[in-house]
């Protein structure tokens, strides 16, 4: 899984559009809620007429959306909203300080017993190793042990 992560979504996306398999809109489009958009540069979260930069690659994947192809132009009218980071329920660990966090009502709350673990039945091959900007995106929880 986390080789398939290294053909990020951009890089899949650019391949079908290299390959004429997709035709991004080149006006402005109101996408409908729950879709998210790549442009060509960023990755977007469409809810309620605006739209939510997702952070990564990672935390795109931590929600599952379904990506369609977009332009820079064709969301050029939509509003940014803020910054989508990852979805309630994700572990994620900061490889810059080790620390591993499970995120609960948009806050990382740090793990600091192995028994957590066993005690939520979480895997431990479904971490995501995240960048210390990317867990700093969440506020701090209450610590879980």
């Known amino acids: 899984m986390q080789k398939l992560l290294e053909w990020s979504i951009r890089a899949i996306l ?36 605006k739209k939510y930069r997702i952070i990564s690659d990672r935390a795109l994947e931590s929600w599952g959306f379904s990506v369609w192809y977009g332009s820079p132009e064709s969301l050029s009218k939509t509003v940014l909203g803020g910054i989508l980071g990852f979805r309630d329920g994700t572990v994620i660990k900061d490889i810059s300080n080790g620390k591993i966090y499970l995120v609960v009502n948009s806050k990382k709350q740090h793990i600091t017993s192995p028994d957590v673990f066993t005690k939520f039945g979480i895997d ?7 960048s210390h900007k990317e867990a700093e995106l969440h506020k701090d929880g209450e610590p879980i042990s």
């Open 124 to 130: 431990i091959d479904s971490i995501l190793l995240v």
């Open 14 to 49: 650019k391949i079908h559009q290299q390959n004429n398999l997709v035709d991004p809109p080149t006006v402005p489009t109101a996408y409908p809620s729950g879709v998210a958009v790549f442009d060509g540069i960023n990755t977007y979260f469409i809810k309620n007429g």
